[in-house]
């Protein structure tokens, strides 16, 4: 019966891939094929092979960084009550008061080496930064158009060369975040929230797509070595003809991966972006990133510091690998270059739980039990057994872990943080593990069960 369900599965993958191709065969001259076909002709091959370092990660830093820093959520003296990126949007600044910012833009702080460094003691394997948001400032030399932080700045430099330097030296994967329909500065760009509000931002979108984003994504995937991610957003109006002035940028780096945020119905990609949430039961079948902030805002503001404490984000963490999701934690950096200290002592602590506990996250797949009222569970399963890694966010008093239906025989079970053994009873309610009184974490403990054979979702 499984090998029939197998076989059947395979046939159903098998004709889909080839309807797509005959898809993307009959495509007319001129008549761009819907996006999710193009994309799963020209890349859907290759998605398990490119997925494969993403898989393993799971943890990873978001950087929201621009011209947006020097306001830091101010107006005119009035505070935001949105996000300090959307500044301009949301008060609808003229194009040429909100350009003159950049002249105040020197982030003459801004240290590559030490944002990799607090990436990296975090335990985070990747990076995505802003490379241009929707106010259409570039964060790198751009050669397309000179509102960018080397030609329009004080500052003179491109943070992203030395950032891609940093992280190849450290062993550190380096994304880049583009908005490639919503711009607020050139002309033709779109603009979210009843359009355009300055003559200056008037043209034709196909133009701005042609003139200013496409050259803008080929110098990012030329320029800057290896890019293992390209995070797209707010695909505002971008239909089937302009998402495919894209795609055959893409192959020119054969091992990035992309986002779902490229047309305008999300259908492309290799993993999708819940936002600010995490999935009640994941996604499963398809792989997913959930992007968070620490505070309220992506972008610096100056009076945001309602801060998410430690455990809340190392919690979401293991609540988002339980399910089979990555976590890629937010920075917001101040127009000065530097990472809030907020920030980095949060990264500090969660860096000290992952050293210990980075195993139990890093490589792992979604739990198969079910859930479970004193944590979460991660897993990795072998040709004969299954590493279950329980992570134990309350610790029971009664120095009884109970995991509910699991009947599987017992190979072995330890603390990771100290190896100690322990011992495991079967119960009619599942199997019992015996805990000493004290938790090992007060944020999350984790206990290694390896058990014979694979684990069946209950």
Same mark, same amino acid.
């Given at each position: 019966?499984?090998?029939?369900?197998? !076989?059947? &599965?395979?046939?159903?993958?098998?004709?889909?891939?080839?309807?797509?191709?005959?898809? !993307?065969?009959?495509?007319?001259?001129?008549?761009?094929?819907?996006?999710?076909?193009? &994309? *799963?002709?020209?890349?859907?091959?290759?998605?398990?092979?490119?997925?494969?370092?993403?898989?393993?990660?799971?943890?990873?830093?978001?950087?929201?960084?621009?011209?947006?820093?020097?306001?830091? $959520?101010?107006?005119?003296?009035? *505070?935001?009550?949105?996000?300090?990126?959307?500044?301009?949007?949301?008060?609808?600044?003229?194009?040429?008061?909100?350009?003159?910012?950049?002249?105040?833009?020197? =982030?003459?702080?801004?240290?590559?080496?030490?944002?990799?460094?607090?990436?990296?003691? !975090?335990?985070?394997?990747?990076? %995505?930064?802003?490379?241009?948001?929707?106010?259409?400032?570039?964060?790198?030399?751009?050669?397309?158009?000179?509102?960018?932080?080397?030609?329009?700045?004080?500052?003179?430099?491109? =943070?992203? *060369?030395?950032?891609?330097?940093?992280?190849?030296?450290?062993?550190?994967?380096?994304?880049?975040?583009?908005?490639?329909?919503?711009?607020?500065?050139?002309?033709?760009?779109?603009?979210?929230?009843?359009?355009?509000?300055?003559?200056?931002?008037?043209?034709?979108?196909?133009?701005?797509?042609?003139?200013?984003?496409?050259?803008?994504?080929?110098?990012?995937?030329?320029?800057?070595?290896?890019?293992?991610?390209?995070?797209?957003?707010?695909?505002?109006?971008?239909?089937?003809?302009? %998402?495919?002035?894209?795609? =055959?940028?893409?192959?020119?780096?054969?091992? /990035?991966?992309?986002?779902?945020?490229?047309?305008?119905?999300?259908?492309? $990609?290799?993993?999708?972006?819940?936002?600010?949430?995490?999935?009640?039961?994941?996604?499963?079948?398809?792989?997913?990133?959930?992007?968070?902030?620490?505070?309220?805002?992506?972008?610096?503001?100056?009076?945001?510091?309602?801060?998410?404490?430690?455990?809340?984000?190392?919690?979401?963490?293991?609540?988002?690998?339980?399910?089979? $999701?990555?976590?890629?934690?937010?920075? $917001?950096?101040?127009?000065?270059?530097?990472?809030?200290?907020?920030?980095?002592?949060?990264?500090?602590?969660?860096?000290?739980?992952?050293?210990?506990?980075?195993?139990?996250?890093?490589?792992?797949?979604?739990?198969?039990?079910?859930? /479970?009222?004193?944590?979460?569970?991660?897993?990795?399963?072998?040709?004969?057994?299954?590493?279950?890694?329980?992570?134990?966010?309350?610790?029971?008093?009664?120095?009884?872990?109970?995991?509910?239906?699991?009947?599987?025989?017992?190979?072995?079970?330890?603390?990771?943080?100290?190896?100690?053994?322990?011992?495991?009873? !079967?119960?009619?309610?599942?199997?019992?593990?015996?805990?000493?009184?004290?938790?090992?974490?007060?944020?999350?403990?984790?206990?290694?069960?390896?058990?014979?054979?694979?684990?069946?979702?209950?």
């Amino acid at each position: 019966m499984i090998r029939l369900r197998v !076989a059947a &599965w395979l046939a159903l993958v098998s004709t889909f891939t080839g309807l797509t191709a005959v898809a !993307a065969d009959n495509a007319s001259p001129g008549e761009a094929m819907a996006p999710e076909a193009a &994309w *799963q002709h020209e890349f859907g091959s290759s998605h398990e092979t490119r997925m494969k370092w993403w898989r393993e990660a799971r943890f990873g830093m978001f950087i929201h960084w621009g011209v947006y820093s020097v306001p830091a $959520g101010v107006w005119k003296g009035e *505070q935001s009550k949105h996000i300090g990126e959307w500044l301009m949007l949301d008060y609808k600044i003229p194009v040429a008061e909100y350009g003159a910012l950049a002249q105040k833009f020197n =982030p003459v702080k801004f240290d590559a080496h030490e944002w990799v460094r607090v990436a990296k003691e !975090a335990g985070m394997k990747y990076i %995505v930064i802003t490379a241009k948001h929707h106010d259409g400032f570039a964060m790198f030399h751009s050669k397309a158009s000179p509102y960018n932080i080397y030609d329009a700045t004080p500052f003179k430099r491109d =943070p992203l *060369q030395e950032l891609a330097a940093a992280c190849r030296k450290d062993g550190i994967k380096l994304g880049f975040y583009y908005s490639e329909a919503q711009d607020w500065h050139h002309p033709g760009g779109a603009a979210a929230k009843g359009g355009h509000w300055d003559p200056a931002q008037d043209g034709g979108m196909d133009d701005y797509i042609d003139k200013i984003a496409v050259p803008q994504v080929k110098e990012l995937l030329s320029n800057y070595g290896p890019v293992g991610v390209l995070w797209w957003d707010t695909p505002v109006g971008m239909n089937p003809e302009r %998402v495919a002035k894209f795609l =055959p940028l893409l192959k020119r780096q054969p091992n /990035l991966i992309t986002n779902n945020r490229l047309d305008s119905k999300k259908t492309t $990609g290799d993993f999708v972006t819940p936002e600010q949430r995490i999935p009640e039961t994941g996604i499963p079948g398809k792989d997913w990133e959930t992007c968070m902030t620490m505070n309220h805002t992506w972008g610096y503001k100056s009076f945001d510091h309602d801060w998410k404490p430690a455990s809340t984000i190392l919690h979401n963490l293991i609540d988002i690998a339980s399910k089979g $999701g990555n976590y890629l934690v937010n920075v $917001g950096p101040t127009s000065e270059g530097l990472i809030p200290e907020p920030s980095i002592e949060r990264l500090k602590e969660i860096g000290k739980w992952m050293k210990v506990n980075g195993e139990a996250i890093y490589g792992t797949t979604a739990s198969p039990l079910p859930r /479970l009222p004193w944590g979460r569970c991660t897993a990795r399963a072998n040709a004969n057994s299954t590493t279950l890694y329980l992570h134990v966010f309350d610790w029971p008093g009664d120095g009884k872990l109970v995991v509910p239906g699991l009947n599987n025989d017992v190979l072995s079970a330890s603390l990771l943080a100290s190896g100690k053994r322990l011992v495991t009873t !079967a119960t009619g309610e599942g199997l019992s593990i015996a805990l000493p009184p004290a938790a090992p974490d007060i944020i999350s403990s984790t206990v290694v069960l390896r058990v014979k054979a694979s684990v069946a979702p209950k």
